[in-house]
């Protein structure tokens, strides 16, 4: 029997996406008013439970009785749909809190979005917290859930049932997706417009969309972001899984300032936003036309594997277009196989272009058409197909679609369409918008779609990235540096001395030439004389930043007399340039001598969105010049890091270049990890440049840097950062009562196969005590779900026995926060062959020392009462116990942390 329970009840937002009764405050009989064509819409759609309309100003509204309030109604209701004025709200949601309301979608705006209106934002949130009610909206166009016959909106539109999920801050670009969607016979999963997210956020909505069964691909419409860590958690979740298209206004400052006034949302700098999408796994439309394209491919369920297409065309001039924009976009054009291209010889005339794009011939026949599509897909150095067809004096479009419909079905390669013209093509196009086949109008469109796809499958490999916070070799001395930095926050210094900054780095082993301070020319001239010529010399100011720009550095000093007259000269320019800067001397360093570096910046900003973010780009003094900068998230590891290296325009230079040898780019990469670690550990770190970073054949010095630190408030560790490292601290050697020693430590995407091989190995009983059902091994969406953890709303440790180069699992402990931050559900099993040997204690002790130090109060779980090994387990541990109110073979347990 197997230590096992199981977290049991729905989704937290099951009331919100399959409610089973709905009320509707504000309910009209005028169909110009949103209260009536909401109510309208509700009726009209074809949801089948029972709809209650309320408003004290009429007996019944469209034959359907209407109630005073809700106290009136006798029955449950899931769903309130709230269209009242905004000062009314706050008092409905406390009186839906009585009867027990679990969501709420309120349309009506004048909360946060304008000015005076911040009091009742909050009043109605404290209301909705008071109640255990979750609010869509306020200021929002409402919500679709086509295959229940849902439509909550005071929408004009209507959708029909399909796999495409929208979720949108702006109502308008709804109504435009919805009219696009509908005319297109795209269907969606969902429509959520979440308005001024005042609660649920983007971070909610993505977590139920992840395991909705219903949707299998997301577009999302943003204009801001206020909660990053949600954000990122819910969209790595769901991108883990399902293919996600981004399009963000805003992206720039004009654009950033209307976005500000529309949803009262504040926005990122658009290349953090660009940095975090990329980390979070998914892809970034620019434009609503691309936003379209996407979804065409979305909706057809067709998932690409690469990005080596095959174009099949009818003329040469668009093969070339074609070929143009997909160079353009990064697609690989397919090479074709020789036994492909002696099928094509087989079928095609003999002037066929007898190479990818695939020239068919402007006499093309349907037939045609089908059999090179079909050669096309079985060759596996393809994986998509691109037909296009232009209407010719002997083209049939039509036949020559339903044609190519019927070569698509035969694979799960994707097949897209672009059947180019319009009345003379336009039948042809409405077969593949009846057989959902993606279809478009200009090949722009087909391969921007394509491209974004490609690009989604090319972003899974960074979103499996989980870093630790110290990914360098050599252990940092985080609390030295963090006690240099203290020390000047206590004597409210923002920027580093000379000396707390190459103290800092040193600290994380970045490496800086030697330097001392002289405070006077005689000292300058026996600091040179220490450190041997040629030396640079650098002003001493805690208000000079960019000492090159007030005449604060000196280069290539090659004799201590030199020094001693260069001390005097700078100070008298400095001076000049800055009379009332505060002057404490100057820093001589000894000079860089190499003949092969090359100019790097490493730097890191504090977005107030995402947090601490890391650069890397071409360093020197033209860097506002050549604004050559790659972005990333922290943490780093050594794949990230050379990724970003590879994408600045200063690697084309890190190779062989000429007369010089390739710089040492693993040296680069370890200064990359220590930066990553230093802003991990050391959230009070606001800014740092390190500029210039020499980098050549040896190794990597940094010739000049400067920190800005800020005091940050001491939350829960690693709050300041939007993607959580792997906590590693809590990786543990551990020896059980029979002197085993075993490996305790945070689970990790990679241990998917062998938490499958857990399950699949558990006997069928601790299955059932572990599922409460007779499932036999996890889906590899749930695998997903168990191995990829953002470790802050959900963590899990797994026991393994290292048997050489591999591990068997022995125990697996889990919990998952619940939406109030306060509590979590947990899970553990431990494996039948290693019980009674104190393993399921560890789990657990580890599991509520995690839980608490992530700011949980309490952690619970429902457990089979049968179940009487996992009950004395909890028993012995603290936990407490009482029979569940809704299952009496369960009992509900829990235990204050």
Known sequence: MGKHYHVTGKHYLNALFSPQSIALFGASEKPNTVGGRVFANLLSGGFSGPVYPINPKYQTILDHTCYANVESIDQDIDLVIVATPAATVPEIIRSCGKRNVKAAIVLSAGFGEIEGGKALEHALLEAARDNGIRILGPNCLGFMRPALGLNATFSNNISHAGNLALVSQSGAICTAVLD??????????????????????????????????????????????RNARSFMSGLRALARIKPVIVIKAGRHPEGSKAALSHTGSLVGADDVFDAALSRAGVVRAYTIEQLFSAARLLSSSCRIRGNRLAIITNAGGPGVMATDCAVEQGIQLAEISEATRSKLDSVLPAHWS?????????????????????????????????VMLTPQAMTAPAQAAEAVVEAASKQDKPVLTCWMGERLVAEGREVFIKSQVPTFSNPESALQAFGFLAQFQHNQALLMQVPGPLEATDAPDVEGARLIIECALAENRRLLSGLETRAVLRAFNINMLPAMSART??????????????????????????KSDVGGVRLGINSAQAARQAYAEMLDNVKQHNPDATLEGVSIEKMYTGANGREILIGVINDPIFGPVVTCGSGGIAVEVLRDRVIALPPLNAAIAHSM?????????????????????????????????MVCELPEIQEMDINPLMVDDEGAWSLDARIVVGNHANMHHYSH?????????????????????????????????????????????????????????????????????????????????????????????????????????????????????????????????????????????????????????????????????????????????
Not at 366 to 379: K, Q, S
Not at 649 to 669: C, E, W, Y
């Open 645 to 677: 290296i590879s994408r600045t325009r200063v690697a084309k230079l890190l190779g062989r270049f000429r007369h010089l040898p390739p710089a040492n780019i693993d040296a680069l990469v370890s200064v990359l990890l220590g930066v990553s670690a």
């Open 354 to 386: 007898r190479n990818n794009p695939i020239d068919i011939l402007g006499d093309a026949t349907p037939d045609r058409y089908r059999t090179a599509v079909e050669i096309c897909l079985a060759d596996e150095g393809v994986d998509g197909v691109l």
């Open 721 to 897: 950062m939007a993607v959580h490292p792997y906590p590693t601290k809590w990786i543990q050697n551990i020896q059980l009562s029979d002197g085993t020693g075993i490996v305790l430590r945070p689970i990790r995407p990679e241990d998917a196969n062998m938490v499958k091989d857990f399950v699949r190995a558990m006997s069928p009983e601790a299955r059932y005590f572990r599922f409460m059902d007779t499932v036999k091994e996890l889906s590899p969406t749930m695998l997903m779900r168990f191995t990829q953890l953002d470790y802050a709303r959900e963590f899990a440790f797994i026991a393994v026995l290292e048997q050489g180069e591999f591990e068997a699992p022995l125990g697996i402990a889990r919990y998952v926060g619940n939406p109030d931050h306060e509590s979590g559900e947990f899970d553990i099993g431990v494996a039948d062959d290693w019980q009674h040997k104190g393993i399921g204690t560890r789990l657990m002790t580890c599991l509520m020392q995690a839980a608490r130090e992530q700011g949980l109060h309490a952690i619970t779980a429902d457990v089979l009462v049968s179940n009487t090994k996992m009950t004395r387990l909890l028993g012995d541990l603290g936990f407490d116990s009482h029979t569940s109110s809704n299952d009496p073979s369960l009992l509900r347990v829990s235990k204050k942390l």
């Open 521 to 546: 020319p005689n000292e300058a001239l026996a600091v040179t004389e220490y450190l041997g010529a040629p030396v640079a010399m650098k002003i001493l100011s805690p208000d000079i930043t960019h």
């Open 180 to 225: 696009w969607a509908d005319s297109h016979q795209i269907g969606l999963s969902s429509m959520v417009s979440i308005g001024d997210a005042n609660d649920l956020d983007f971070g909610d909505i993505l977590d139920y969309l992840a395991l909705d069964p219903e949707t299998e691909g997301v577009l999302l419409y943003i204009e801001g972001i």
